[in-house]
C-alpha cells in the first residue's frame, strides 16, 4: 500500500505542472490577444482625435475669415435629420373638387433631437410601391427656401411643416399597403441633403 502512494506522488506532482502550464498558455494567448485589441483602440481613438483636431481648425480658418467666434460658430444648431410624421394623412376632396391631397408633416431636429427650423428647399414624391412590379407615383411637390418658411405650423403635438401634396390619382384603401412617401431636404446654410421615408394608410373614402 505504501508503495502505491509512493507511485502515485510523483505522478499526481506531474499532472499538476502540465494542467498549470496549459493554463499559462491559454493565459499568455488571451493576454496578448487584449494587448493587441487595446492597441488598435488607441489608434483608432488617435485617428478620431486628429480628425476632430483638423475639424477645429478648419473651423477656427474659417471664423477668423468670417471674424466670428469659434466657440460661437459650434454652438449654433444645425438640422441633423428630417423626419416624416406617422400623423401624415389623404384627405379626400369632395365631389366637386375631385382632388385629394396627402397632407405630409415634416418634422427637423438638431444634433440634440431638439425641434430647429428648416431654410432650404424640399422635395417629396408619393408612390404605390407594388411587390414584384414597378412602383406607380402618385403626386409629387417642390417647395422652394420661401415656400418650406410659409409651411411652417405649431400646433398641440408640437412644431412641423406641413406640405401638400396633390395625388394625381385616388388611392384605393388597403391597396398595395399604403402610400410611400420620400422625401429630401437641402439644407441652404450647409449645402447638406437630408433624406426621409414614411408610409402613409389610406383611409375609407367617405360616403357623399
Request: one cysteine or more; proline letters at 4%.
Amino acid at each position: 500500500m505504501s508503495m502505491l502512494r509512493l507511485g502515485t506522488v510523483p505522478s499526481l506532482g506531474l499532472a499538476i505542472v502540465v494542467l498549470v502550464s496549459g493554463c499559462d498558455g491559454r493565459s499568455r494567448k488571451a493576454s496578448a490577444r487584449l494587448r493587441e485589441e487595446v492597441h488598435q483602440l488607441k489608434e483608432e481613438l488617435e485617428t478620431s482625435r486628429h480628425q476632430v483636431s483638423e475639424l477645429e481648425a478648419k473651423l477656427s480658418e474659417a471664423a477668423d475669415e468670417s471674424g466670428e467666434n469659434t466657440v460661437t460658430l459650434l454652438n449654433v444648431p444645425r438640422v441633423a435629420a428630417i423626419e416624416l410624421s406617422r400623423l401624415s394623412s389623404v384627405r379626400w376632396g369632395s365631389a366637386s373638387e375631385g382632388r385629394t391631397t396627402l397632407d405630409l408633416y415634416v418634422i427637423a431636429v438638431d444634433g440634440r433631437g431638439r425641434p430647429i427650423q428648416l431654410t432650404g428647399s424640399l422635395g417629396a414624391v408619393a408612390r404605390f410601391m407594388p411587390v414584384d412590379e414597378e412602383s406607380i407615383e402618385l403626386g409629387r411637390v417642390s417647395l422652394s427656401p420661401a415656400e418650406v418658411r410659409d409651411a411652417w405650423r405649431a400646433g398641440v403635438l408640437g412644431v412641423s411643416y406641413q406640405v401638400e401634396i396633390p395625388l394625381q390619382a385616388a388611392p384605393v384603401e388597403g391597396e398595395y399597403g399604403g402610400i410611400h412617401v420620400s422625401a429630401r431636404f437641402t439644407d441652404a446654410l450647409t449645402g447638406v441633403d437630408h433624406d426621409a421615408t414614411v408610409v402613409v394608410r389610406v383611409p375609407s373614402q367617405p360616403e357623399e
